[in-house]
Structure formats: C-alpha cells, structure tokens
C-alpha cells in the first residue's frame, strides 16, 4: 500500500485515534465533543465567508483558529492548552456597545452569514452538552468547559452585531417582524 493521504482505514472498526496516541471509540463523548466544535467552526467558517465587515470577519477567523485550538486541547494533543476565555468576552462586550444592550428574542434569518452565525450558535450548544459529560467524570478541564460554555454566546452576539449593521445599511427595523 502506498502513502496514506486522507483515507487511514483507522477508524474501519468504530475507534478513532487521539492527541496522544490513545485509539478510543468514535462515539465517545470526548470525539462527540471535539467532532461537533469541528461542525461549529465549519458553520462559522461559512458565516466568514459571507462577511462583509471586515471587523466582524477578523474575529470570526480568530474564532475559527481559537476552535482549532480548543479542538486539538480537548483531543489531547501535548503541548497544548486552552483558549483563553477572555476572547469571548471581549466579543460580548464589543457587540453590546454596538447594539446597545437591548434584550430581546431574534429570528435567524434577517441576513444568510446572521442565519449562518446563529446555525453555528446551535451547535456549540450541542457541543456544550457533550462537553459537559467530560466535565462531570473530570475528564475535562473547567477552563475548556467554560470556553464551550460562553461560545455560543460569543457567536449569538457576532450575529446580533452583523444583522444590526444590515438593519443600518438597509433602514429596516427586521426583515421578519
């Protein structure tokens, strides 16, 4: 057999191999973690594809490397570490200047990288569910829960902040009141 490109034949028998070596079952709640934060950043990668705000575009590509990032800590590749949670915080705090902190309940849709953003939004909360498995049996650290944690409040607000700059542009309150 030739060089191993992208098919290994590793996983053929329902395990998949880790950071470290360790070859564990495909449905395990470490894989189901890292593997939905792997869907998450997809959907986010999308989302960047459709910016067109440079602003909002630098820190949804800093998000997807941070993911990267998370992705590897919780796969448990040596060396690495968490994210810092700060990030995330910072986005919150930007967007709530922004858009002045109003409270209140969207509807995706009002533009397709909002619609992407609040996708991606869902599935880091399916993320966080898996991740809390980890957390609970100590097999996950509490700074890298709480970064799954905050994530998806780190991306609703990156949407709230692109449909705000869409509503601006346009002069419309929604496009689905």
């Keep these: 057999m030739g060089d191993v ?15 470290n070596g360790e070859r564990i079952p495909k449905d395990h709640p470490r894989v189901e973690t890292y593997g939905t934060l792997d869907e998450c950043q997809a959907h986010i990668g999308m989302a960047r594809s ?9 820190r949804l590509c800093m998000l997807e490397q941070e993911l990267g990032k998370l992705m590897g800590y919780i796969a448990l590749y040596p060396g690495l570490s968490c994210p810092d949670i700060r990030m995330l ?14 409270f209140h309940f969207v509807r995706p849709g009002d533009s397709t990288p909002g619609a992407a953003l609040h996708v991606a939004r869902t599935v880091a909360r399916r993320a966080e569910r ?4 980890l957390f609970r049996t100590g097999e996950l650290a509490e700074d890298a829960y709480q970064y799954v944690n ?19 542009k346009k002069g419309e309150p929604t496009t689905c009141p």
């Design 50 to 58: 459709l910016c067109e705000y440079p602003e909002i575009c630098e």
């Design 89 to 102: 915080e910072e986005i919150t705090e930007k967007v709530g200047e922004v858009t002045g902190k109003n």
């Design 130 to 133: 898996a991740a809390v498995r």
């Design 150 to 168: 905050r994530l998806s409040d780190g991306i609703y607000a990156l949407s709230l902040w692109y449909d705000h700059l869409e509503r601006e």
């Design 5 to 19: 490109w992208i098919t290994t034949k590793g996983g053929d028998k329902g395990e998949t191999s880790i950071g």
